[in-house]
């Protein structure tokens, strides 16, 4: 299936409340434990849901996230909406004592496509450590069984940081045993709460990513990056040297996406930003058509055209389908157009400039 990315998006997440009863340490949103007073009301939610229909078909995927979406009363009421107005339909509930075996069930009753959750740690100690709450890693674990007696498939995200580096490797193997459907790994972007944890260096980052790459040969689950979209060189080096077919066609469905390029994020109030780690406020839902912004403001435009990208993100030979993480390069230098300082690659244009004359 191919999409304009310039028409539409493929995923759009809805921050349905900041409200979570969670204090982790790497929360973009800095979540608190009451909602806020300004927060979309259900009506304002069921328009918003109108409003993103009018991409077209194929609706964008739509990723109700928080904070924690069930600190609203009216998540359900929202979900059943979405699933029967057509959206492929996802949820990212936090893993606190909220989160039962009853609620689980009611995803998949309700129609909902994938339950995502977070696994930060190969341990209890390890993840709650980075969650904040003891308890956490048990209830996520429960919750993932509960998931599965349902046939409610699953995406565990997972954190990249200084402080979870050295455990990557054992998470996945512990997801391996859980048979997950997703890994999507997360690598930092000091926003938010993230700021206090400790960033891994570019070398590292390499490392890793070559790391998942091979371990998506053995994995009984999809593996997917974010905010390292460099993955995609890496990966899709390696494929095309070991002749891997299958693995270019699987590359290629994500080619393209990044930050404000097939992706959107809508905050607990309606802003709009390009997504949720680049805190740039473009507009409101209260006020503005999210179609209208996607396809017509400036930054969402700028983020779609690899050729404007500064430094050398903007003459690498894969901007087009990796383009870096405009959110590290926002967090950085405050310019999401820069580039991204956790990329290692050196494109054959700098090393063609920096070749002597006659070489």
Known sequence: MNIDFHSAPMLVYWEVTRACDLACRHCRAEAQPLRHPLELTTEEGYRLLEQ?????????????????????????????????????????????????????HRFKNVGVWMMSVSVDGSTAERHDAIRQVPGG??????????????????????????????????????????????????????????KVLGDITPEQAEALLHWLYEFSQEAPFAIKTTEAHHYRRVALERARAEGNQHKLKSLRRGFGIRDGSGVMFISHIGEIYPAGFLPIVVG??????????????????????PDLYKGKCGVCEFRHICGGSRARAYATYGDPLESDPLCVYVPRAVKAQAAPAGV
């Open 52 to 104: 993103l229909r009018t991409f077209g078909d194929p609706p964008p995927h739509i990723v109700f996230t928080g904070g924690d979406p069930l600190k609203r009363p009216d998540l359900f009421d929202w979900l059943r909406r979405s699933v029967e107005m057509g959206f492929l339909t996802a949820i990212t509930p936090s893993g606190t004592y909220a989160l039962t075996r009853e609620v689980v």
């Open 284 to 305: 409101n839902v209260r006020t503005d058509n999210p179609m209208d912004v996607y396809r017509n403001h400036p930054l969402f435009q700028s983020l779609r055209n």
């Open 137 to 194: 890693f048990a209830q996520t674990i429960n919750a993932i069984r509960w998931a599965k007696e349902v046939g409610l498939p699953l995406q565990i995200n997972t954190l990249v940081c200084a402080e979870t580096y050295d455990d990557i490797p054992n998470i996945g193997t512990l997801l391996a045993d859980l048979e997950v459907e997703r890994w999507s790994v997360f690598f930092l972007v000091a926003t938010g709460r993230g």
